[in-house]
């Protein structure tokens, strides 16, 4: 499973991006509000920092507007995803986006019909939400599981790309059922490398090793 980190805040970013843990960087108009510096200025600098996908989010709602607003985003480096919302003015814009060889993440899933539609409109990424389903009380990882289902039986290549993480489980859950990618807030990713096991683990293997008074340089 790929790895991508929904944050604009590039300090996070460089910080996995030096670890090796980045696969690719997801954004929204509400994270570029938390950022605080002009979208196309940020968005700049994450497509310096990670080479692999970064979204980048349409804030039109009609088509021809879209397709406007994904030619000034789409100029500003190869690996942008043109995110546009699931609906049906976005799914216009994704067929056109994607016959043009522009990479395009569909966005705010929240039902397996919205993401067979994405698939159909050529999309590279279907992002479903699963924290924000668990928040009404239905069942987020579900969804993913029905998506995975439905995509591998018709063969559609678009990728799922599991939304609106909240936890670890989240992130194992998802590994289980088969999304392809897991955006993950950085705090979530980095609290994936913890176990309490491991730092006890630690602390008794190096008292240990401070007895026997040697040194590995
Ligand atoms: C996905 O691309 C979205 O940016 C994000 O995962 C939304 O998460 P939230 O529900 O925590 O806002």
Known sequence: MKFFVDTADTA???????????????????????????????????????????????????????????????????????????????????????????????????SANQALLAAKAGASFISPFIGRLDDIHLDGLELIREIRVIYDNYGFETEILAASIRNANHVKDCALVGADVATVPPSVLKGLAKHPLTDKGLEAFLADWAKTGQSIL
């Open 12 to 110: 996070e970013i460089k910080e996995l991006a030096d670890i090796g843990l980045l696969d690719g960087v997801t954004t929204n108009p509400s994270l570029i509000m938390k950022a605080g510096r002009p979208m196309k200025e940020v968005i700049a600098e994450i497509c310096g920092i990670v080479e692999g996908p970064v979204s980048a989010e349409v804030t039109a709602t009609e088509f021809k507007d879209m397709m406007a607003e994904a030619e000034v985003l789409g100029k500003i480096a190869d690996n942008i995803a043109i995110k546009v919302p699931l609906t049906l003015d976005g799914l216009k814009a994704c067929r056109t986006l994607s016959d043009n060889g522009q990479m395009v993440n569909v966005t705010l899933c929240f």
